[in-house]
């Protein structure tokens, strides 16, 4: 009896000595991408949740602040967004996974010889190819992903994207992805390199119930960055013949905080406005919780783009049940809530398509966007193997 109690006391001991050591382990600065601040961590990559999975490390450049109508600033956009989704969803899967945003190319190797990772995600171009081969020669245990957010009408705006890719993919053990399957196709039948893949985003869906807001007034959100893709002018003229047609006062809501290309579209809308008897409602850019709250009081949410490879503010809409009125490009949604971009005529038929079939629409839309999700999950974590 006492030889079973001493062998219980010291593997009870042992197990505290162990306890102690993991919560005495030295704390360090981290930059919260999230809600901008510093706070103390632990390293998460000192021991693993699962062995069997690669430790992954997210990067992002810290952009321009954009202020909301409060006169808080927030570096929030879709791409920090869609990083930290599929990091929580990574982190739900016992992956190690963590994102952190730093200010430019000198700042990678701080954070990789912090968290030592086995991979590493580059949110968008913006590493300089020849500051990237040096970092593989730093860290070359290091498998080195640049993830591209952007279709190829997207990526022709950016002078420097067709050359970098190219650039990235002639260095050891870096690779290209795309979270579109149809960018992917495009460029391997031009590059034929092995090391393209495709690593989807992911979208948390939430359980909101849409609460119908009836009144002479119908507010329409269109919301996002305001660029010449996103085709929003004709989506504003849709609105407002919607509008009269119902003979109610239309309130347009659009993000005017972030103009990316788009200062004529955004000049051109306000004129629009100033020459009818509805209301243009100019937001600032909001954290995503709040933009959420305000994307709820819409009744219908606008996303008819010429481009996109997943669309977060389709997400959003479908994920707070608002009806949702999109292009083709937002390939989850189901076809009811579709309309041709350059089509006025389409836009008016599929506003009044989704607000009669609402419950519909809805369930069809919520449907797609779980589907993808699955699919974006499994393709990660097969990744990460």
Known sequence: MWARLHRRCKRTTTRSQNERTWR?????????????????????????????????????????EYSDSYGVAYTSSGLLNSAKFVVD????????????????????????????????????????????????RLHPNVKWVVR????VPFLAQEGIAIQWLFDYLKQDNVYVS??????????????????????????????????????????????????????????????????????????????????????????????????????????????????????????????VSFSETFCLVAADSVSMRVPLVCSPEVHWSSKLSQAEPTSMDSIVDAMYRVLRYKRLTGFLNRSGLKEYDLRSTEVWLQFLK
């Open 89 to 136: 969803m990574l982190k739900t899967h016992d992956v190690n996974a963590a994102l952190v945003t730093v200010n430019d190319n000198n700042d990678i190797d701080r954070e990789v010889a912090k968290y030592n990772p086995d991979v590493v995600i580059i949110e968008a171009l913006w590493v300089v190819p020849e500051k990237l081969s040096i970092l593989t």
């Open 178 to 303: 795309f979270n579109s399957l149809r960018a992917l196709h495009d460029f391997m039948r031009v590059s034929w390199s092995n090391r393209l893949l495709y690593l989807p985003n992911y979208f948390p869906v939430k359980k909101e119930v849409h609460k119908d807001i009836k009144s002479g007034i119908i507010n329409i959100g269109c919301f996002g960055a305001i660029r010449p893709l996103k085709n929003q002018l004709i989506q504003a003229l849709s609105a407002i013949r919607f509008a009269d047609l119902e003979s109610k006062i239309l309130r347009f809501h659009m993000n005017t905080a972030r103009v990316e290309g788009g200062h004529e579209v955004l000049k051109n809308i306000r004129a629009l406005f100033a020459n009818t008897g509805h209301i243009l409602v100019e937001h600032g850019w909001l954290h995503h919780h709040r933009f959420q709250h305000l994307l709820s009081h819409m009744d219908l949410s606008m996303c």
């Open 24 to 64: 005495d382990v030295r704390a360090v600065p981290h930059f919260d991408a999230v809600h901008n601040c510093s706070v103390l961590i632990k390293p998460s990559f000192l021991a693993r949740k699962n062995p069997s999975m690669k430790s992954v490390l997210f990067i992002t450049k810290k952009g321009q």
């Open 148 to 151: 591209v957010h952007s279709e």
